[in-house]
C-alpha cells in the first residue's frame, strides 16, 4: 500500500514538473513581462509627496426638514433626514465630483499642476487643448483621495503630486471651492420670493372667507351657531318628554273616570230620610281644596316662567274650568231628604268630576304642548339646513388661516437660511489645514518587486497549466491508451533530422536504432502470438513521421534477428523512401503489381544488412486499383517466402483511402501518432476508419516525443 502511494506521489511530482518544462518559455516570459516593469517603474519613479487636510462634518439645517404641511397648531418638530454616517459620504461624493475638479484644474492651471503634460508640438495645441484639459482632470481625480477617519465625524482629504507645494496649494482651492459648492447644493433656490408671494396670496384668500362666514352669519341672524342649537334641542327634548307625562297622566286619569262611573252604576242613587239643607257638601268642598292647589300652582310658575309658557297657560285652564264646575255645584240643591241619598254615592260622584276636571286639563295642556313641539322642531330643521353652509365656510376659514400661518412662517425661515447662506454659515469646518509635506510618500520598492516575483511567478504557472489543460494533442503514451484504447507499441525520441537521416552510420552501428528496441520486441511478440509478419505503417495526417518510424523500425528487425526484411514504399501520394536510401524510384511496387516487372530486379538491397527496399514504382494515376488488384495478394505470397517481415510505408489515413483499403489486406497495422502535433480526435478518426475498414490494429507508436523533463531532475522525482 505505502509503495503505491509514493508512486502516485511520484507520478504527480513528474506531471507537474512535465507542464513546468515543457512550458517553460510560455513561464518565463509571463514572468519577466510582469518583474521588468514593476522593476524598471520601481527604480525610475520620482519621489511623490501628498497634502492632507481635515474636515469636521456636523448635521447642519441642510440636513433638518420641516414638513411644508402645516399641523393644525401651525408647528411641526424638526427632523434629521440623514445620519451622520450618510452626510458624511455625501459631502466626500461632492469633493470628488468632477464638476469641483473641473473647477480647480481651471483656476489653477493644467501647465502648472501637470507641467509633463504640455504638448510637445505648439501647432496642435488648440486642437489637443480640450483633451489635454479632461485628462489633466482625470489625472487629479485620480490622484485626490477623500475618506471618512475611523470612527469621527471628520473627512481626511489628500492629494498626491511630486511638487510637495503645489499638492498643498491643490488641496487649499479645493476646500475653498467646495465650501462654495457646498451651499450651491444644499440651496433652497429662491425660496424667499417665493415664501413671500405665497403669504400675501394666502392672506387675501383668508380675508376673503372671513369675509363670506360673517355674511352668512348676519343673514340668518347666527351669533353663536352651538349654543343656538343646544337650546332649542333641550326645550324640543323637554317639550316632548312632558307631552310624554301628560300622555300618561290622561291615560291614568280616563281609566280613574270609568272606574268611578262603573261604581255609580252599581250604587242606589237615593235613600230617603228625611231633608235637610248641608251648608259645605263635599262636592263644592273637594272643588274648592282643588282650586286653591291649581292657584298656588300658578303662583310657582309665574315666578319661574313667562306668562305666555305652555306650563302657566295649561295651568289657567284648569284653573278656569275648576271654577266652572263649582259655580255649577253651588247652584244646586245639597242637603238631606227624609227619603235620604247614599252618602257612598254622593262621594263617588264628586271625585268623577274631579277626575273629569283633570281630564280637561290634561287635555287642554297636550295641545298647548303640541305647539310648542311643532315650533321647535321646526327651528331644529333649519338649523340642520343651515349647518353645512356654515360649517363648510368656518372650515375654509381654518384651512386659510393655517396656511397663511404656515407660509408665514416658512417666509421667515427662509429669510433667516438667505441670510446664513450670505455669511457662509455652513455645517462644514477646516479642522486642519493642509500644509506642504515634508516628506515623500513611502514606496516599498523591495517588496513591490518581491510582490510582483510572487505574482508573475503564480500567473505564468497558471498560464503554463490553463494551456496544457487545454491542449488535446498526444504527449506521454498514457494520452494514446486512455484516447485511442489500443497498445502502446512505443515511443520515439524528438531526435536531430541528421541524426535520422544517416543511414551510412545506421549500416556501420551493430546495434538496432536508438527508441527502437522496445517497439520492435512488442512487434515479434504480437508477430509470435498471431503470426503477423506484413505490416503497415499509417498516420492520421502528413508530417507525423510513419516513414522515418517504418524506416527505423525495419532496420531494427533486420539488425536484431538478422531475418530479411523488405520495406516498401505504398505511399503514391508523396513516395520518400527512394529518396531516403537514395535508389531510383522505378521499378518498384506498382511496376510490379500493374505491369508485371520482376518483383526480385525492383527489389534492392539497401546499406543495412538484410533490409531490402521496394520503391513506389512509376505513380499511378489510379493508386486504388493498385493497392485492389488481385495480383497485390499474389505478390505478397510471394515475398512472404523470401522475407520474414515486409513492411509496407502508407499514405496519410486521413487524407487518402490509400491507407484503409491496403490495411485490410495484410496481418496488421501500425499507427503512428506526432507527439504535441494534433489533437486526440484526429487520432480517434485515423483508427475508426481502419476499424471501417476490417483492418487489425496492432497497437500506436507515439513519435518525436519531447522528453521535457532534464534527466537529473527526473531521476529525483
Request: hydrophobic letters at 40%.
Amino acid at each position: 500500500m505505502d509503495k503505491e502511494h509514493t508512486q502516485e506521489k511520484r507520478s504527480s511530482l513528474r506531471d507537474l514538473a512535465y507542464v513546468f518544462f515543457r512550458r517553460k518559455w510560455v513561464i518565463l516570459g509571463v514572468f519577466l513581462s510582469t518583474v521588468i516593469p514593476v522593476t524598471v517603474y520601481m527604480l525610475l519613479i520620482p519621489p511623490l509627496y501628498e497634502a492632507t487636510a481635515r474636515l469636521l462634518v456636523k448635521p447642519g439645517r441642510e440636513n433638518i426638514y420641516v414638513s411644508p404641511v402645516g399641523s393644525p397648531e401651525g408647528m411641526h418638530p424638526p427632523t434629521i433626514i440623514q445620519r451622520v454616517s450618510e452626510v458624511i459620504n455625501s459631502e466626500i461624493q461632492i469633493i470628488e465630483s468632477r464638476v469641483l475638479i473641473r473647477r480647480v484644474v481651471e483656476e489653477m492651471g493644467v501647465a502648472r499642476l501637470f507641467p509633463h503634460m504640455l504638448l510637445e508640438d505648439s501647432q496642435a495645441a488648440d486642437a489637443k487643448e480640450s483633451l489635454r484639459f479632461e485628462a489633466a482632470v482625470n489625472r487629479a481625480l485620480h490622484d485626490l483621495s477623500a475618506e471618512r477617519v475611523k470612527a469621527t465625524d471628520v473627512i481626511e482629504v489628500g492629494f498626491k503630486s511630486y511638487n510637495p507645494d503645489m499638492s498643498a496649494n491643490f488641496i487649499d482651492r479645493l476646500i475653498d471651492l467646495y465650501l462654495e459648492r457646498h451651499l450651491e447644493v444644499h440651496q433652497s433656490g429662491q425660496s424667499y420670493e417665493f415664501f413671500r408671494t405665497q403669504s400675501a396670496q394666502l392672506e387675501q384668500k383668508l380675508k376673503t372667507a372671513a369675509r363670506r362666514l360673517a355674511d352668512f352669519k348676519k343673514r340668518y341672524g347666527i351669533v353663536s351657531f352651538n349654543e343656538r342649537k343646544d337650546l332649542t334641542l333641550s326645550k324640543y327634548m323637554g317639550v316632548n318628554a312632558a307631552i310624554k307625562d301628560n300622555d300618561t297622566a290622561i291615560k291614568e286619569t280616563q281609566k280613574r273616570i270609568e272606574k268611578f262611573k262603573e261604581d255609580l252604576t252599581e250604587i242606589s242613587e237615593h235613600k230617603y230620610l228625611s231633608q235637610d239643607q248641608s251648608t259645605d257638601p263635599p262636592v263644592i268642598s273637594t272643588l274648592k281644596q282643588r282650586l286653591a292647589e291649581l292657584e298656588l300652582r300658578k303662583t310657582e310658575l309665574v315666578g319661574e316662567y313667562k306668562q305666555d309658557n305652555f306650563k302657566v297657560v295649561s295651568i289657567d285652564n284648569a284653573i278656569a274650568k275648576a271654577r266652572e264646575m263649582l259655580a255649577g255645584e253651588e247652584e244646586k240643591f245639597h242637603g238631606s231628604v227624609s227619603t235620604g241619598l247614599s252618602a257612598t254615592y254622593q262621594q263617588i260622584e264628586a271625585e268623577l268630576l274631579v277626575q273629569e276636571a283633570n281630564m280637561a286639563a290634561f287635555s287642554s295642556r297636550g295641545a298647548e304642548l303640541g305647539k310648542h313641539l311643532i315650533k321647535y322642531g321646526q327651528e331644529l330643521e333649519r338649523l340642520g339646513r343651515l349647518e353645512p353652509e356654515l360649517r363648510a365656510l368656518e372650515r375654509d376659514v381654518s384651512v386659510q388661516e393655517q396656511n397663511y400661518r404656515l407660509y408665514l412662517t416658512k417666509f421667515e425661515e427662509s429669510r433667516v437660511s438667505d441670510a446664513m447662506d450670505a455669511a457662509r454659515m455652513v455645517s462644514v469646518s477646516v479642522l486642519e489645514p493642509a500644509t506642504a509635506p515634508l516628506r515623500p510618500i513611502p514606496v516599498h520598492k523591495a517588496l513591490n518587486i518581491i510582490v510582483s516575483i510572487c505574482i508573475g511567478g503564480v500567473a505564468g504557472l497558471g498560464l503554463a497549466f490553463l494551456i496544457e489543460y487545454f491542449d488535446h494533442t498526444f504527449k506521454v503514451p498514457e494520452d494514446i491508451k486512455d484516447n485511442l484504447k489500443v497498445p502502446m507499441l512505443g515511443t520515439v525520441a524528438d531526435l536531430p533530422h541528421e541524426e535520422i537521416e544517416d543511414l551510412e552510420a545506421l549500416a556501420a552501428s551493430a546495434k538496432p536504432p536508438a527508441n527502437y528496441e522496445l517497439i520492435t520486441s512488442n512487434i515479434v511478440m504480437h508477430a509470435e502470438e498471431k503470426e503477423s509478419n506484413v505490416l503497415s505503417f499509417c498516420s492520421p495526417t502528413s508530417e507525423e513521421g510513419s516513414s522515418t518510424v517504418a524506416v527505423g523500425l525495419a532496420a531494427s528487425l533486420a539488425k536484431a534477428h538478422g531475418g530479411r526484411v523488405v520495406l516498401i514504399d505504398a505511399n503514391f501520394r508523396h513516395p520518400v523512401l527512394h529518396s531516403r536510401f537514395n535508389i531510383p524510384i522505378s521499378p518498384g511496387f506498382a511496376d510490379v503489381v500493374d505491369e508485371g516487372a520482376d518483383v526480385h530486379e525492383a527489389t534492392r538491397q539497401s546499406v543495412v544488412a538484410n533490409l531490402f527496399v521496394l520503391t513506389c514504382g512509376t505513380i499511378p494515376p489510379n493508386p486504388m486499383a493498385i493497392l485492389e488488384s488481385p495480383k497485390l495478394v499474389d505478390l505478397i505470397e510471394v515475398l512472404r517466402r523470401e522475407f520474414h517481415w515486409i513492411i509496407f510505408d502508407c499514405a496519410p489515413i486521413n487524407l487518402y483511402p490509400d491507407s484503409s483499403v491496403l490495411a485490410s489486406r495484410l496481418d496488421g497495422t501500425v499507427l503512428v501518432i506526432q507527439a504535441e502535433d494534433k489533437r486526440a480526435e484526429v487520432a480517434i478518426q485515423a483508427k475508426e476508419r481502419l476499424e471501417q475498414a476490417g483492418a487489425k490494429i496492432l497497437g500506436a507508436v507515439l513519435n518525436r516525443r519531447r522528453y521535457a523533463i532534464p534527466e537529473i531532475v527526473y531521476r529525483g522525482l
